[in-house]
């Protein structure tokens, strides 16, 4: 019986499936973030930093 272990990053299953989850959720950030917010027309009179904070719901400043 084979006795390799499942969590381990010799096993290409577990690497390729891991490496694959952090891409989507990486690709999904910045689309949320950042491709989505920046389609809106008043980004070009704010931030970067203030529409990464519009989009996830917060202020982007206390004024």
């Known amino acids: 019986m084979n006795q390799e272990r499942v969590f381990s990053l010799r096993n290409p299953w577990f690497t390729v499936s891991v490496g694959g989850t952090l ?5 999904a950030i910045l ?5 989505l917010p ?3 027309s008043a980004f ?12 996830a719901g917060a202020p982007s400043s206390l004024v």
């Open 23 to 27: 891409a989507i959720a990486v690709i």
């Open 31 to 35: 689309i949320g973030f950042v491709w």
């Open 38 to 40: 920046s389609a809106n």
């Open 44 to 55: 070009a009179n704010r931030g970067l930093w203030a529409t990464i904070c519009s989009a």
